[in-house]
């Protein structure tokens, strides 16, 4: 019973360049959200996806950033052009349908880091 | 503007005596809260959920909440060296489940 699959782990960008993260539900879930940890900071929520859905997307920078969660296959958070600042470990979350919606699991995060 | 905060820590005990890690909440319409337990360089651990006023209890780990004060507690019992990490409040409400963290409570367990 696999959990929440995410990788790379590790990517390192030089700035200006794209960042792809992918994630991969647990098996039966159907709900995905994104958050960021920046050094020396909280998890922050950017972004809840169903499929082909964006739910809410409060919490994403409004240039740069972009999600999505296809009919089939994983969901991608995508970086254009990424600066310094953008280093820090990406967390994908997943939850079942229903009402255990609530209780998110943490995929092992993708640490990106920008040079 | 949600805001989870969290007593920052860090927080030393010794082995066997209990934690305790605290959190407070601004927004009266969260619902639900959890507790999560991440290791350096790891993802966070879900460890416990509480969606109702009082005390829920799971082995050594106990949850409290009251929602009047807007408070959310954690009580780790007879903690050991292994407890020791980093421990994140979070918060949801709505519909839309999106979790608010606080910043996350550092505890050390001294053998």
């Known amino acids: 019973n696999a959990g929440v699959m995410q990788n790379p782990r590790h990517l390192v960008r030089r700035r200006g360049q794209e960042a792809r993260l992918r994630c991969s539900p647990m098996k039966g879930h159907s709900h995905v959200y994104w958050y960021r940890q920046l050094p020396e900071e909280g998890l922050k929520f950017m972004v809840y996806l169903q499929k082909e859905n964006i739910i809410d997307e409060s919490g994403m920078p409004k240039e740069r950033f972009s999600a999505e969660f296809p009919k089939e296959g994983p969901s991608i958070l995508r970086i254009q052009q990424v600066v310094r600042g953008d280093s820090a470990a990406y967390f994908c979350a997943s939850s079942p349908p229903g009402r255990a919606r609530e209780t998110q699991y943490f995929g092992p995060g993708t640490r990106l880091l920008v040079l | 503007q949600k805001e989870v905060e969290q007593n920052s820590g860090p927080l030393s005990v010794p082995e066997g005596a209990i934690a305790s890690l605290n959190c407070t909440y601004s927004?009266?319409?969260?619902?639900?809260f959890f507790w999560y337990r991440q290791y350096s360089g790891k993802s966070p651990e879900l460890i416990m959920s509480?969606?109702?006023?009082g005390d829920k209890e799971d082995g050594r780990f106990t949850a409290q909440l009251n929602k009047a004060s807007q408070y959310v507690s954690l009580l780790i019992r007879d903690s050991q060296p292994s407890d020791s990490a980093t421990y994140l409040c979070?918060?949801?409400?709505?519909?839309?489940?999106?979790?608010?963290f606080g910043k996350g409570t550092l505890l050390t367990v001294n053998p």
């Open positions: 927004d009266r319409g969260s619902q639900s």
């Open positions: 979070g918060g949801s409400g709505g519909s839309n489940y999106k979790l608010t």
């Open positions: 509480i969606y109702s006023n």
